[in-house]
Nanobody, 115 residues
Framework: QVQLVESGGGSVQPGGSLRLSCVAS????????MAWYRQTPEKERELVAS???????NYADSVKGRFTISRDNRQNTVYLLMFSLKPEDTAMYYC?????????WGQGTQVTVSS
């Protein structure tokens, strides 16, 4: 069992920035693919960004050029740095870890972009 704890969400104005963090409780963090998803009441959960163990990245088209995913294997942490935030980025953001088909999810952190 891997516990994931997200933090860093909050309320910002359009054009603002936030950094989300997700800390994983595992000694094998470097063997997991990590990802950020987001969900609103109106939409299904969608992939925002992922980072593999070999640091290959993948981003949703809607966030390319604005968001950056990174990982610190010594700190068991994955980050999502978000710039130029838009109202449509408002959502609950979830962290996910995956290894050998087994997935774990965090509880989420709320991001609200509003003027």
């Amino acid at each position: 069992q891997v516990q994931l704890v997200e933090s860093g969400g909050g309320s910002v104005q359009p054009g603002g920035s936030l950094r989300l963090s997700c800390v994983a409780s595992t000694d094998y963090f470097n063997t997991y693919t990590m990802a950020w998803y987001r969900q609103t009441p109106e939409k299904e959960r969608e992939l925002v960004a992922s980072i593999r163990t070999d640091r290959i990245y993948n981003y949703a088209d809607s966030v390319k050029g604005r968001f950056t995913i990174s990982r610190d294997n010594r700190q068991n942490t994955v980050y999502l740095l978000m710039f130029s935030l838009k109202p449509e980025d408002t959502a609950m953001y979830y962290c996910k870890s995956t290894r050998s088909g087994v997935r774990y999810w965090g509880q989420g952190t709320q991001v609200t972009v509003s003027s």
